[in-house]
């Protein structure tokens, strides 16, 4: 009978800001049960958009994905919360860092890092061109 592997418990981020809290469903699984890598990049897409909309202020758009790391599996029911800070303003572009825990549906209270991931998003005109962050938003 072989054991299965528990990963130890983490402790949420301090230094970046919650941004996303969702839980997915059975909708959400691949073959094996556990929740598609792809359902769970498109939901750091969104979560790591949210603090580069307060220094861009208007349309934008990823433009990389510079790593992603699957460290556990997410499981249907889980809990996630999606934490991210800001790593870098450029003068079009900017660069986040996301990680997401996930809280076990039978095991609350206690939270597993699931992945991380850094982006990089940029700012567009009307155009899809890209353009300037306002530099008053720019964090100090």
Known sequence: MSAVFSPPPAALPTDKELVLKVIPMPAD???N???FGGWVM???DLAGSVLPAR???GRMATVAVNEFIFKQPVRVGDILSFFSSITRVGN??????VEVYAERFT??????????????YVAIDDQG????VP???APG
């Open 129 to 132: 061109r890209p353009r300037p």
């Open 92 to 97: 079009t572009s900017v660069t986040v860092e």
């Open 135 to 137: 530099k008053h938003n």
């Open 107 to 120: 095991d609350q209270g206690r939270y597993v890092k699931v992945t991380e991931a850094r982006l990089t």
């Open 55 to 57: 220094y861009i202020q």
């Open 42 to 44: 498109a939901q750091v």
């Open 33 to 35: 049960g556990d929740i």
């Open 29 to 31: 699984t691949n073959g």
